[in-house]
């Protein structure tokens, strides 16, 4: 029997100085049946010719360039994962790295275990070295934060059910995305080896969000609220409907949410980020 393909999906916005790693990463991949597509996604570096060269000198893959405009990273996501077939998924920003045998490791595991989403532990590297840990994703985790890195392999029937990555919430798209896979009764695996490896470098989308971290959680809540208490679902709302114009009721309550969730270093940011708009001075 042929092996089961695999396409790992690689967006790409001014990064083309690294795309090298990722697409290197990718391509040697212990696994033999891989589907590489790159998404220049409005890049106003040189992505499109870096990419090429990429797949001249790795000519014993299967890779594919697309190009769009800036559309983002879940709509660059969405448009490399519907130009594949493959029945399998890994997305791959172009400044990470995979380790040669993550497909392969994360695939067996997801096939072992009759599973839809396997997800390994990583490492950093850049700015900052170290382990990135991840835990085996429960109801009560998810709900509470993103325990998953983003680079976990999925099915594509998953994808296809969920209806692709919500594009209006950068950042924690990837979250948003998981907790459509556990409303579908998605099972997810973990993988307790270092396969992932993430860049650290300058500010990142994810720190860029957690600065609105009110309302992105707020924006989750809504978007799920069966997983949600309709009391949390409710201040979602209204703090939503509020805007700019939130008051500190209404703030204060979101900030409750984040103690509740246990995210201490989300709720002291939060709180200084308060402070900052007078909200809380005396």
């Known amino acids: 029997m042929a092996p089961a393909e695999v396409a790992v999906v690689i967006p790409c916005h001014g990064y083309a100085r690294f795309l090298p790693e990722a697409v290197d990463s990718a391509a040697r991949q212990t696994w033999p049946a891989l589907h590489i597509v790159i998404v220049d996604d409005g890049s106003p570096d040189d992505t499109a010719a870096v990419a090429t060269a990429l797949a001249a000198r790795h000519a014993d893959r299967r890779i594919t360039l697309l190009r769009q405009p800036n559309l983002g990273l879940a709509a660059a996501r969405n448009r490399g994962i519907a130009a594949t077939t493959s029945p399998f998924v890994l997305p791959l920003d172009a400044d990470d790295r995979l380790a040669p045998d993550a497909v392969e490791r994360l695939l067996r595991a997801l096939e072992q275990d009759g599973g839809d989403v396997a997800t390994p532990l990583g490492r950093t ?80 989308m994810l720190a ?54 246990r995210r201490l270093r989300l709720f002291v940011g939060q709180a200084a980020v308060l402070r900052t708009t007078n909200m809380l001075s005396t």
């Open 125 to 204: 590297f850049g700015d900052a070295a170290g382990p990135l840990r991840t835990r085996p994703a429960t109801r009560r985790r998810l709900r509470a934060a993103n325990c998953l890195v983003y680079a976990s392999l999925f099915r594509r029937t998953l994808f296809d059910r969920i209806g692709g990555y919500r594009p209006d919430a950068p950042g924690y798209e990837d979250w948003d995305f998981w907790l459509s896979a556990l409303e579908l009764g998605a099972r997810f695996v973990h993988v307790p080896a270092p396969l992932f490896h993430y860049r650290k470098h300058g500010s990142t």
């Open 208 to 261: 860029q969000s957690d600065r609105r971290a009110m309302r992105l959680h707020a924006t989750i809540a809504t978007r799920h609220p069966r997983l949600y208490a309709r009391w949390r679902v409710r201040l979602a709302e209204r703090l939503l409907a509020a805007g700019p114009r939130a008051g500190l009721g209404l703030r204060l309550g979101m900030l409750l949410t984040f103690l509740l969730d």
